[in-house]
């Protein structure tokens, strides 16, 4: 079993849809918690970026993480052809936190 | 602001010969981690630099090293190419070596033939 798990997709929606993107993970010890977008032939993208349980909101974007579940996500609201990429959740235990464990990805294609 | 920067951004080598990578960090950051990651898979950690010095190691073999200098630019190392080594190589950067963000670079594509 991976210790982070992704849906890889593809998943397509229209413009102006909700998006919601999901990862679980088995390991207890992980506190942060990040996702990052990547386009295609580019480098991954901080979107981002939270510390242990909770909600956290930046414009269009709402992480939610619930360690008792082992389950985070990414909610994309009014979603734009320009947000297709691949969406990318990363996690790290405490004091190895540039040692981040990826999921696969999922592709997001947001059709106009 | 100056991003990560990495180069060269494509590369073809030969199983068996040896590569260097090279990164800078984006301005301020003085913590340089390396990262493969292979078609449709999600970057791998394989180590990361603080203080000129190795810190914290994935599960890489002995023929991937690094380096990292006084302006916390960072070299990585392969040698004896395999077929498996072709992948996109990742350099990512942090404000300290803990409990910062990583930001990454665009990456080297590495293709080994």
């Known amino acids: 079993q991976k210790e982070v798990e992704q849906d890889p997709g593809p998943l397509s929606v229209p413009e102006g849809a909700i998006v919601s993107l999901n990862c679980t993970y088995s390991n207890s010890a992980f506190q942060y918690f990040m996702w990052y977008r990547q386009y295609s032939r580019k480098g991954p993208e901080l979107l981002m970026y939270?510390?242990?349980?909770g909600n956290k909101e930046d414009g269009r974007f709402t992480a939610q993480v619930d360690k008792s579940s082992k389950y985070i996500s990414l909610f994309i609201r009014d979603s734009q052809p320009s947000d297709s990429a691949t969406y990318l959740c990363?996690?790290?235990?405490?004091?190895?936190?540039?040692?981040?464990?990826f999921g696969t990805g999922t592709l997001l294609a947001v059709q106009p | 602001d100056a991003g990560v920067t990495q180069s060269p951004t494509h590369l073809i080598k030969t199983r068996g010969q040896q590569v260097t990578l090279r990164c800078s960090p984006k301005?301020?950051?003085?913590?340089v981690s390396w990262y493969q990651q292979a078609l449709g898979q999600g970057p791998q950690f394989i180590f990361q630099?603080?203080?000129?010095?190795?810190?914290q190691r994935g599960n890489f073999p002995d023929r991937f090293s690094g380096h990292q200098f006084p302006n916390y630019s960072s070299e990585l190392n392969v040698n004896a190419l395999l077929l498996g080594d072709s992948a996109l190589y990742l350099c990512?950067?942090?404000?300290?070596?803990?409990?910062?963000?990583?930001?990454f670079g665009n990456g080297t594509r590495l293709t080994v033939t």
């Open positions: 990363a996690m790290s235990v405490r004091g190895a936190t540039n040692k981040l464990i």
């Open positions: 939270t510390y242990s349980s």
């Open positions: 990512a950067s942090s404000d300290g070596p803990v409990n910062s963000p990583l930001h």
């Open positions: 301005s301020g950051h003085d913590t």
């Open positions: 630099y603080y203080e000129e010095e190795e810190r």
